[in-house]
């Protein structure tokens, strides 16, 4: 006779359990119920396997703190299996079946390696070195093809929680991945009295990361950030193909010493962008991005430096200082482009505050390809305002790193793209030979 867990799922635990698959990653607010609902999630497989050799892992970051959370309700949910045996002293479950769960610190992942596994928790990821994941855990569940489930409340986006998160939405089901986001203000399951009173008591981005499960509020002073989460949200963020009937445009952030940032996108009649594709490089000549061009241009799925995916270009857009003449040549980077085939349209001298406004306009309109723009969407995410730390507060402009010049090229493309005039349809000026000036 199979035995009576002392579990009942709410509505949403439940949810997660009918349809998490291989890999999974669970995004609720405090007090949710993720432990509770992860043990169990171990517990079932454990019992439903049939297999004596079965091996499962509860991770924390550090085996005090998986013990003080985990440890009580394994003791409590797998106690209610006769014949269960708990060796404390190594945070053990034995159940009668031969199956095992151990609670362990991540802190010392590397000495697991070597050893297979059937299933593994990881909690708060966000905490835990990127290196634990594709270097310890993923190969242990190779030969097994073990389930992983990673659950926790965001900590901003450079981190391995972000990392997985943004990998299950890119690769989706035929990856063998889902994902939940289970905010407090959607689940229902805290009293909305007692969240407007953590939200007096807490900072606003503090609040919206710990109940409302938002990775940029981590970002503070964060420019798109928000947007974007929106944009995910919305399921905007995925996979988006080029449409064939449709030019690609560019618009590039040209580095003299440094990066050199490109935006691949269409525009379609009713006003979507589809943001289809992200290059970047560093200390290459203008030579290297015609072949990129070029490479793009190929047929879809043709090899070479980068596979083909079969743009036609539209407008190459570019900022006005493209025309300054270089000393060694005495040419402009807008002839030198014009001689390997790019001819650039120049996006307005506009200050920069307009052109960020100009994106923030633009985003709720676009379609971002996750795969092909990952790391251009992650530049917009981190792209922010610049910290006076003696005055504690936000300068007035935007911190120049490494997510500038990313930035950069998608606002010369919301400020510089226009729509091609159809000389058909266009009004014509009036012709005329008289003079004011004459007799």
Not at 213 to 224: E, K, P, T
Not at 227 to 246: H, K
Not at 335 to 349: K, M, Q, T
């Amino acid at each position: 006779m199979c035995p009576v867990i002392p579990y009942s799922p709410r509505p949403l635990q439940w949810q997660f359990h009918a349809q998490r698959s291989r890999f999974c990653v669970l995004l609720c607010h405090r007090r949710f119920g993720k432990t509770v609902a992860a043990i169990n999630d171990l517990l079932r497989e454990a019992l439903r396997s049939g297999r004596n050799d079965w091996r499962a892992v509860y991770a924390a970051p550090y085996l005090g703190q998986a013990k003080a959370v985990a440890w009580d309700y394994l003791r409590r949910f797998a106690g209610a299996v006769p014949g269960t045996r708990f060796l404390e002293s190594e945070l053990r479950c034995d159940l009668p079946t031969g199956a095992r769960i151990r609670l362990l610190g991540m802190d010392n992942a590397h000495a697991l390696r070597g050893l297979y596994l059937d299933d593994i928790v990881l909690d708060e990821p966000a905490d835990m070195p990127r290196s634990v994941w594709s270097q310890v855990i993923r190969p242990m569940l190779a030969d097994r093809q073990g389930r992983a489930l990673f659950c926790g409340t965001p900590h901003g986006t450079d981190n391995l929680l972000f990392d997985v998160w943004q990998q299950a939405g890119r690769e989706g089901a035929a990856g063998g991945w889902s994902r939940f986001r289970f905010p407090a203000s959607q689940t229902g399951y805290l009293p909305a009295a007692e969240l407007e009173a953590a939200r007096r008591s807490m900072d606003e981005d503090e609040y919206r990361q710990e109940f409302e499960c938002s990775f940029s509020a981590a970002l503070r002073g964060s420019y798109y950030a928000p947007l974007l989460e929106q944009a995910e949200r919305e399921g905007r963020v995925g996979t988006v193909p080029p449409s064939p009937d449709l030019p690609v445009h560019t618009a590039w952030d040209l580095g003299m010493d440094d990066a050199t940032a490109i935006w691949f996108f269409q525009v379609e009649p009713g006003g979507g962008w589809r943001v289809l594709d992200y290059y970047a490089a560093d200390g290459e000549g203008l030579g290297h991005y015609a072949r990129v061009l070029e490479a793009k241009a190929r047929p879809a799925g043709s090899a070479g430096i980068l596979p083909g995916r079969g743009f036609r270009y539209g407008q190459h857009l570019a900022p006005h200082d493209i025309r300054v003449r270089e000393l060694g040549t005495g040419q402009s980077r807008q002839e030198s482009a014009a001689a390997l085939g790019i001819r650039f349209h120049l996006a307005p001298s506009l200050p920069v505050a307009d052109g960020i406004d100009a994106v923030r306009r633009l985003l709720p309109r676009c379609w971002f390809d996750a795969t092909h723009c990952g790391p251009g969407l992650q530049a917009l995410r981190t792209y922010r305002r610049r910290w006076q730390p003696r005055q504690e507060q936000f300068g007035s402009g935007p911190l120049h790193d490494a997510s500038s010049h990313a930035a950069d090229a998608f606002r010369y493309a919301a400020t510089g793209w226009r729509p091609p005039v159809d000389m058909r349809t266009a009004p014509r000026r009036a012709r005329t030979r008289y003079d004011i000036f004459g007799d």
